[in-house]
């Protein structure tokens, strides 16, 4: 229960942090993975703790590195969802990950109508897909660099930790 409210506040920091910068900062990653790590230790033992600190903090940054290869998240967001793992274990953190996911595809969709654009075939929204399908290899995902056009995707995963935590 202490974990899950540690989480929140760290959680919490990030979207804000996110929202404003637009940038998660490494010191509050590593205030996250700290807490995570005393936790683990002064839950399971020396030996035990450590390891499953260690097995927490790696699963999630191991299933989301390839995203953030491809443009799709943030290098903050990664370690953001490790510290949290870190911190609650991982048991969870596919449940949120997956919710995160459908949370952003739906800002996204919802983003996309509001603005009346629809997928097109001259447009290029489906491009960089085709691109990995054709060539079998994984390019990066070219984006706009204008702030107002990009997803803070620390929002989707808070609302998805705050969701699995309300309902889990």
Do not use: H
């Amino acid at each position: 229960m202490v974990a899950t409210f540690m989480a929140s506040g760290l959680l919490a920091a990030g979207v804000c942090t996110d929202l404003i910068c637009r940038r998660v900062p490494n010191q509050l990653i590593l205030l996250g993975l700290w807490t995570g790590c005393f936790l683990r230790i002064e839950a399971y033992g020396v030996p035990e703790g450590c390891f499953l600190f260690c097995k927490d903090a790696l699963l999630p940054m191991l299933f989301l590195y390839p995203c953030y290869l491809l443009g799709a998240i943030g290098a903050g967001d990664v370690k953001l969802v490790a510290a949290v793992s870190s911190m609650i274990g991982s048991d969870r953190i596919g449940t949120l990950i997956l919710i995160s996911f459908l949370m952003g595809a739906g800002i996204a969709l919802v983003r996309l109508f509001k603005k009346r654009r629809q997928f097109t075939a001259g447009d290029p929204s489906g491009v960089p897909l085709m691109k990995c399908i054709l060539s079998q290899r994984i390019s990066r995902y070219e984006t706009d660099e204008k702030t107002e056009e990009t997803i803070p995707f620390t929002v989707c995963i808070g609302l998805a930790f705050f969701l699995i935590n309300l309902w889990g």
